[in-house]
């Protein structure tokens, strides 16, 4: 090569090195443009390695023309990088771009289970009574699950028949929630005015009107003079808060240990209105047990059942949960069907 042709060389690569470097569309390209111009094979890089061959005064010219023009290719590729890049991250933010005229996703709420809403209504009837809420704990022992309340080491529900027991000797899963009535007894002196809601477990065989875990709402007075004029009274007032004020109440004579005496509570149906139906069958709807506290069960827990007498009763929240929305199995509550419990969206709150 001599001076001339590395001299035509050189205006043909700035006008052709510029030309590509201005066509390339997108970072790949340009990388190919830039070897293309100013890599070890370009027209370029042949004018270079021939600088060396040329006479003092070609080699000077044509070596600060070289690097004049290699400048400005580096010169223009950087531009054309810079304004790729730009471009590039503009689509990119293009497809990430949020729509804010399309309609927007509904968040979807939950609600409480139908068992949550009636038992919370069932208790609120009684703390408007002026009824303080008791807890305690699913895994009782003996005593409180049994012998304080009065149920003899024969009665059938100390068998495994009806109990869950737990693999430690002594405890089993309470299978009511009057275990709480003890413990409050034993630590609390008279007045006691309580209702203790929770989950209670027995061994069931599992069908439309049976599970092995469900729920009560427990009650418990005792206080000086207190009869059984007072619990009917009481359970009266419920029941006409829970299923309208014109429910009238019946009382037949039942046996629990715990109380005497003691008794099954039907209210007329709110449905029939007591003339019989698909809802109560008779006209009457078994609601709870109740009863007067067994003076035995206050002396266990230390009151003096000559001063203080009191009353109790076991409500079943499924039951009630039932009867009051037309429910015909009782496994639909446990099921977690959605369609199902949706249905109670908003009920009673
Ligand atoms: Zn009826």
Same mark, same amino acid.
């Given at each position: 090569?001599?001076?001339?042709?590395?001299?035509?060389?050189?205006?043909?690569?700035?006008?052709?090195?510029?030309?590509?470097?201005? %066509?390339?569309?997108?970072?790949?390209?340009?990388?190919?443009?830039?070897?293309?111009?100013?890599?070890?094979?370009?027209?370029?890089?042949?004018?270079?390695?021939?600088?060396?061959?040329?006479?003092?005064?070609?080699?000077?010219?044509?070596?600060?023309?070289?690097?004049?023009?290699?400048?400005?290719?580096?010169?223009?590729?950087?531009?054309?990088?810079?304004?790729?890049?730009?471009?590039?991250?503009?689509?990119?933010?293009?497809?990430?771009?949020?729509?804010?005229?399309?309609?927007?996703?509904?968040?979807?709420?939950?609600?409480?289970?139908?068992?949550?809403?009636?038992?919370?209504?069932?208790?609120?009837?009684?703390?408007?009574?002026?009824? %303080?809420?008791?807890?305690?704990?699913?895994?009782?022992?003996?005593?409180?699950?049994?012998?304080?309340?009065?149920?003899?080491?024969?009665?059938?529900?100390?068998?495994?028949?009806?109990?869950?027991?737990?693999?430690?000797?002594?405890?089993?899963? %309470?299978?009511?929630?009057?275990?709480?009535?003890?413990?409050?007894?034993?630590?609390?002196?008279?007045?006691?005015?309580?209702?203790?809601?929770?989950?209670?477990?027995?061994?069931?065989?599992?069908?439309?009107?049976?599970?092995?875990?469900?729920?009560?709402?427990?009650?418990?007075?005792?206080?000086?003079?207190?009869?059984?004029?007072?619990?009917?009274?009481?359970?009266?007032?419920?029941?006409?808060?829970?299923?309208?004020?014109?429910?009238?109440?019946?009382?037949?004579?039942?046996?629990?240990?715990?109380?005497?005496?003691?008794?099954?509570?039907?209210?007329?149906?709110?449905?029939?209105?007591?003339?019989?139906?698909?809802?109560?069958?008779?006209?009457?709807?078994?609601?709870?047990?109740?009863?007067?506290?067994?003076?035995?069960?206050?002396?266990?827990?230390?009151?003096?059942?000559?001063?203080?007498?009191?009353?109790?009763?076991?409500?079943?929240?499924?039951?009630?949960?039932?009867?009051?929305?037309?429910?015909?199995?009782?496994?639909?509550?446990?099921?977690?069907?959605?369609?199902?419990?949706?249905?109670?969206?908003?009920?009673?709150?």
């Amino acid at each position: 090569m001599d001076p001339q042709e590395a001299r035509r060389i050189l205006e043909e690569e700035r006008e052709r090195g510029l030309s590509m470097i201005a %066509r390339a569309d997108s970072s790949e390209a340009l990388e190919a443009a830039k070897v293309g111009v100013l890599g070890r094979k370009s027209p370029f890089s042949q004018v270079q390695r021939s600088l060396g061959s040329f006479g003092p005064e070609d080699r000077k010219r044509l070596g600060m023309a070289a690097n004049e023009l290699r400048d400005a290719l580096q010169a223009a590729l950087d531009e054309r990088r810079r304004l790729l890049a730009g471009a590039e991250e503009a689509r990119l933010l293009e497809g990430d771009r949020i729509d804010v005229t399309l309609p927007g996703r509904r968040l979807r709420t939950g609600s409480l289970h139908p068992l949550t809403i009636v038992e919370d209504e069932m208790v609120g009837i009684f703390t408007r009574m002026g009824y %303080r809420v008791e807890e305690g704990p699913e895994i009782e022992d003996d005593w409180h699950n049994f012998e304080a309340l009065n149920i003899p080491r024969d009665h059938p529900a100390r068998t495994m028949k009806d109990s869950l027991y737990v693999e430690i000797p002594g405890l089993l899963l %309470r299978t009511e929630t009057s275990a709480v009535q003890i413990r409050t007894m034993e630590s609390q002196d008279p007045p006691v005015y309580i209702v203790a809601p929770g989950r209670t477990y027995r061994r069931e065989a599992v069908d439309a009107t049976h599970l092995s875990v469900f729920h009560q709402v427990e009650g418990l007075a005792v206080d000086e003079g207190i009869s059984f004029a007072d619990l009917k009274g009481t359970l009266e007032t419920f029941a006409r808060a829970l299923f309208g004020p014109d429910r009238k109440v019946r009382m037949n004579p039942d046996y629990f240990p715990f109380v005497e005496p003691g008794c099954q509570v039907a209210v007329s149906c709110f449905k029939c209105d007591g003339t019989g139906c698909a809802v109560c069958g008779n006209g009457w709807i078994e609601l709870l047990g109740a009863g007067m506290v067994h003076p035995k069960v206050l002396e266990n827990c230390g009151i003096d059942a000559e001063r203080y007498t009191g009353f109790a009763f076991g409500i079943g929240v499924e039951r009630v949960a039932m009867v009051r929305h037309g429910v015909s199995d009782m496994r639909m509550f446990v099921e977690g069907d959605v369609r199902f419990l949706q249905q109670f969206q908003g009920a009673g709150v």
